[in-house]
C-alpha cells in the first residue's frame, strides 16, 4: 500500500518561503508520476504542479509557474515543492499525490489514486 507523508507547511509572511516534502513508501514500480495539489476552503482542490518519476518532466499551474518549484530524490522517494514570493492567495492545505500510471500533466485530482494527509500553508498579508 502506497502511503504519503508530507511537511513543511506553516505560517509566513507574504513574499517569504516554505518548502514542503513529501515521503513516498510502498511504490512498487519506477515509473509514474507524483504531484501536489492544495484546496483552500470553500474551493476545489487544484493541481499546484507535477513531476515525472523517471523523466525529467514538470507541469505547473498558470498561478504558480515562475514562483514554485517540484523537484524530486529518487533515493528517499521524496518529491519536494519550493514555494517563493507567497502570497495570501496561496494559502490553503497542501496535498501530495503518487499515481503508476498519472501523467504528471494531469490536473484533476480523480486521476491521482494515492493521497497524503495534507499540511497547511498560512500566508499571512
Known amino acids: 500500500q502506497v502511503r504519503l507523508v508530507e511537511s513543511g507547511g506553516g505560517l509566513v509572511q507574504t513574499g517569504g518561503s516554505l518548502r514542503l516534502s513529501c515521503v513516498i513508501s510502498g511504490r512498487t514500480y519506477t515509473s509514474g508520476a507524483a504531484a501536489w495539489f492544495r484546496q483552500a476552503p470553500g474551493k476545489e482542490r487544484e493541481f499546484v504542479a507535477g513531476i515525472n518519476w523517471s523523466t525529467r518532466g514538470t507541469y505547473y499551474a498558470k498561478s504558480v509557474k515562475g514562483r514554485f518549484t517540484i523537484s524530486k530524490d529518487i533515493a528517499k522517494n521524496t518529491v519536494f515543492l519550493q514555494m517563493d514570493n507567497l502570497q495570501p492567495e496561496d494559502t490553503a492545505i497542501y496535498y501530495c499525490?503518487?499515481?503508476?500510471?498519472?501523467?504528471?500533466?494531469?490536473?484533476?485530482?480523480?486521476?491521482?489514486?494515492?493521497w497524503g494527509q495534507g499540511t497547511q500553508v498560512t500566508v499571512s498579508s
Open positions: 499525490a503518487s499515481d503508476d500510471l498519472t501523467n504528471y500533466a494531469d490536473t484533476t485530482a480523480p486521476a491521482w489514486s494515492s
